[in-house]
Structures are given as C-alpha cells and as structure tokens.
C-alpha cells in the first residue's frame, strides 16, 4: 500500500525505508520535477474537522437540506461508483441520519468484514480526517441483489420499509460476457426486486436507478428518453430463469441480445423497459452516466479502483505491457469522471423528489455524458495523460519503455498484436521458465485479446448523446450547491484531469509504495535506452534485408 504521508506530523516510518518525510521528497522534489505528488492529488489540503463542525452549525444549502436526516439505502456499495457515493454523501451531507448498504457475504467474510474493507481504501481518508465519527452512521444490510426478495431477512425488510427515504440502486454486474442468467437476475430481476421494496417505503422521497449511456447503444442517436426494449421483458426473464441447461443458454444469447453487443448493455435495456413499466406512481428516476474515469477533483484527484476502459489501457501501455490495441483513436470517446457522476446523481435525487409522479407520465432520465459539450477523441486523450505522466510518474512495475500503436485496422491490428504481444510473450516467458521464474506474459496477452475483442465495439464506434435534462438540472441549482455538488462537463478541463491522472493511478490502483519514485525515473530512463536501441537494432535488421532482396533481384 502507498504511504499516507498526507500530514508531515502523522507521517510514520515505511517498513521498507527508514528515510523521514523530508528526505523522500527531496528524492521525488527535484529542479527537474518540481512536482510534490501528494499536493497534486489533494491529499495535503484536508479540511481541519473543528472547524467543519461549527460551519455545519450554518444554514445548509438546498440540497444537503434535501438530505438532513434523510435515511438512505444503497446498492453496489463497495463498487467503483458506490463507494464514491458513499464518501460524498458522508462528508457533503453530514446531517444525513443513516447510510444502509446491501451487501453479501463474498470469499469467506461476512457483510461486517467486508464494510470494514471498504473503508481501507485511500479514498476514504479525507472522510476518515475531516468527519471522524462517519463511520457511526453507515452499516450492513445482508443480501445479494440476484436473490429473490434481496435475500434481506423480513426483519431488515421492515426495518428499511419504515425508515429508508432515497434509494440507489447501482448493483449490477458490468461484465460483457457474463451469463445471461447472471446478468438477467442481477441487472433486472434485482431491479424489479428494488421497485418492489420501494413500493413499501412508507416515506420514499426518491429512488435513483443507476443503468448506463450504453444501454440502447444499438442507436447512434441517445436522447433522454425510454426506447423499445428488443423483448418483452417479461418474456426473456420466463425463457431464462424456466432454462435448465446453461450451455443452451449460451448457445442462443447472441440470438437473444438482438443486435446488442454484449448481455450487460442488453440487460440494462431491459431493466429500463422494466423500470419504466413497474415503477408507476413512485418518484423513481433513472440515470445514465458514461465511461466512468478516475475523479476529477474530490475527494483527490486521480482516485480509482479498477482498470476498466480507456484507464486500463492507460495501465498497460505505461507498464510497457500493452504496445496495440484495436481501436479508433479519431473517434470521440465520452468519459465523465466519477467524482463528476455522483455529484449529478446525488442532484438527480433531489430532482425527483420535487416531482410529482402520475400513471402517465414516465419517470425522468439524466443522461451523464461529455461528448456533446467537452468531447476528446482517444488520441488526445492519451497524449494529454501521457504528458503529465510520464516520465513524472512511472511505475517501477514497469516492464519496457513506452510504445504504443493502435488501429482500427483489424488485419493490421493482429499483425501488430502477433508482432509486439504474441511472439515477445511467448519469448520472455520461455526465458522465465529456464531462470526458474513464473511465466506471465502470454496469459496476459490472452487475456489483453479477450478484452480488446469485447471493447472493440465501443472502440470504434461513436454516439450522438442528448443530455438536456441534465443541462437543465445544473442551472436551476443554487450557487451554494453548484460549489459544494460540481458537476458541469462543461467547464470540466481535461488538461487540469490528466495533471493528476498518473500519479492517482500510481498511488491507487497500482499502489506502488511513493519513495520508489526516484527508482522508478532511473529504471524508466534505462528502459527508454533499451527501447532505442532495439528500434535501432531491427531497423539495421530491416535494411540489411531489404539490401539481401535488392541484390537477390538484380543478381
């Protein structure tokens, strides 16, 4: 785990180093780099929580007093958005009364057990600083969103039926080729069993349904607007959950998903179909964020815990492992930051709750999206990140220098990946089998092409998103909640994200400790060495050919 040394004072002793706070910055602080890595990312700027306490003594702003003893029930609490939900609401809503989190038992540990993991995360400790006692607010309701009923016990059922004001529900299962059984009982089944238990809540004053931009991908125009789901829904649930035999399942899902590329994007159109029809009368709202990247702002900059998407790229080709991938980069890519996305989601909240459902009207959508006002194509995107990051920030993970050539070119794109992926895979790992050390590389590789195959569809397509509703939210909000809940994609700078970009991915995702900084300049350097030479190597092998064939041809 990276060092906390976001307070010089609290700064304690690494067990791999004995060298004080002072000494390591002067190893990373240099006329060269004059970047102090924990400034960028926030993590010296934390609130003194005396002082938070008597300013939360003043009137609130329109939305925290929304939330002021407000009970909340979520779901996908320890997912990449969850969390961020959590962390927000706990530090910008103090007044809040209770926080509930349906989560399961997973890999031997009990719901306890796994809340407590949660909050170990670095995300966490601006919260953990500023507003100590949170934790006091926040617990454990056991249950799987897959289960009939939640799998909550009748005793947790009334306990949130009487209490729970907001709800949102952001479990699902976001891999492309999941089952469809796993992908029908978690993204629609668990939704209708969410609508079901909503409908109990005595004081319900908004439940927010988190699906995705993607959901009617099919159309290259995405308004804020239910579209016509490819099956009944009901239809497709009878069909799956009456199917006994799994392989069968399989067999007939590309039939199934009807032009969808992938069961989650399938799913989520039919979870919405669902919504649109089950959740009448309630204030019930859907939202529909986009790619979501590392945070922007808060609670520091750079933060995430996953490499899905453009980030997972951004991983490899800084570790030297990715060198291609099959992909437009002319095309505009649409990400929002998470901090961003919770901030809007959070607001969407309050939206709802003011207004006033009927039988005929439809509950309202938020499409969450940069591309229609602060668009970047993957060219620039990567530039930018590559920029402020290397070589800032390199990993000493790092395996080869960077290089990374990518194509929309599917013939060119496996020539590439045989060339740069394939055969030095195969390679390296014979040599570690000779040295007696574990061979990776060619099992990352497959798994590189699995993920490439499945992105290749968002990778080389484009959409024309319509976010009004969205627009329209953030200019009815009062300035006090525009500070306190930024979320305006238009005057998010993408120069002021990929500043931070890097290094939150260093400190954590990779979680490379910081005093291997220095190390890991020195190690890149001698890699960017390495990499011109080789380039110079094979282009003498090249020419040396050519002049083979030449001489072979005139002779």
């Known amino acids: 785990m990276a060092l906390d040394l976001y307070r010089k004072n609290e700064f304690k002793k690494s067990k791999k180093s004995k060298k004080t706070y002072d000494e390591i910055m002067k190893d990373i602080v240099t ?253 019930f709202g859907i939202f529909r964020p986009s790619v979501v990247i590392s945070t922007y702002n808060e ?28 992909c437009d980069v002319t095309k505009v890519v649409d990400l929002v930051p998470v901090d961003l996305v919770v901030n809007a989601l959070i607001c969407s909240a309050y939206k709802v709750s003011k207004s006033i459902p009927t039988i005929e009207s439809n509950p309202p959508i938020f499409n969450y999206v940069s591309s229609k006002q602060n668009p970047i194509n993957l060219e620039n995107f990567f530039e930018v990140i590559k920029k402020y990051g290397l070589p800032n920030w390199p990993t000493i993970n790092a395996v080869w220098y960077y290089s990374f050539m990518p194509t929309n070119n599917p013939y060119l794109y496996s020539l590439l990946f045989l060339l740069f992926h394939t055969i030095p895979g195969y390679f390296l790992d014979f040599l570690c089998q000779m040295t007696g050390r574990k061979p990776m590389l060619t099992n990352i590789y497959k798994k590189m092409k699995k993920a490439n195959a499945a992105l290749a569809f968002f990778a080389n397509n484009q959409w024309e998103f319509n976010d009004n509703n969205t627009s329209s939210l953030w200019k009815e909000m009062s300035e006090a909640d525009k500070k306190t809940f930024f979320f305006d994609i238009k005057e998010m700078s993408w120069d002021y994200y990929a500043r931070a970009c890097a290094i939150g991915l260093r400190l954590y995702l990779v979680k490379d400790d910081i005093h291997t900084i220095k190390s890991a300049r020195i190690k890149w350097e001698k890699l960017r060495k390495a990499h011109l030479l080789l380039k110079t190597v094979v282009a003498i092998v090249f020419l040396r050919i050519c002049w083979f064939i030449i001489n072979l041809c005139f002779n």
């Open 299 to 326: 609670p520091v900059r750079g933060w995430i815990d996953n490499v899905y998407g453009p980030i997972g790229m951004i991983v490899g080709v800084g570790a030297g492992v990715l060198h291609t991938h099959h």
């Open 31 to 283: 006329d060269e780099f004059p970047l102090n890595p924990l400034q960028l990312v926030g993590e010296m700027s934390f609130e003194d929580p005396t002082t938070l306490a008597e300013t939360d003594k003043l009137p609130r702003s329109d939305v925290q007093e929304f939330y002021k003893d407000a009970t909340i029930f979520i779901t996908g609490g320890t997912g990449f958005m969850g969390k961020m939900l959590i962390e927000k609401l706990s530090r910008s809503c103090p007044n809040l009364k209770h926080i509930y989190l349906l989560i399961r038992n997973k890999k031997g540990k009990d719901v306890n057990e796994r809340i407590d993991a949660i909050f170990e995360d670095r995300l966490f400790m601006r919260l953990k600083h500023e507003r100590p006692k949170f934790y006091h607010k926040i617990s454990a309701i056991a249950g799987d969103a897959s289960l009939p009923g939640l799998g909550i016990s009748s005793c947790d059922r009334q306990k949130l039926a009487e209490n729970v004001n907001i709800v949102f529900h952001a479990a699902a299962t976001i891999r492309f080729d999941e089952h469809i059984r796993t992908a029908i009982n978690i993204n629609v089944l668990g939704t209708r069993e969410i609508i079901s238990l909503a409908k109990e809540m005595t004081n319900l004053k908004a439940c927010m349904y988190v699906s995705t931009a993607y959901a009617n991908c099919v159309h290259s125009k995405i308004e804020e607007k239910f579209y016509g789901a490819p099956y009944n829904y009901d239809g497709v649930i009878s069909l799956v959950t009456s199917a006994n035999d799994d392989k069968k399942l399989e067999k007939i899902t590309p039939s199934l998903t009807a032009g969808w590329p992938n069961t989650y994007t399938f799913t989520k159109a039919l979870a919405e179909d669902l919504a649109k029809h089950e959740s009448t009368g309630l204030p």
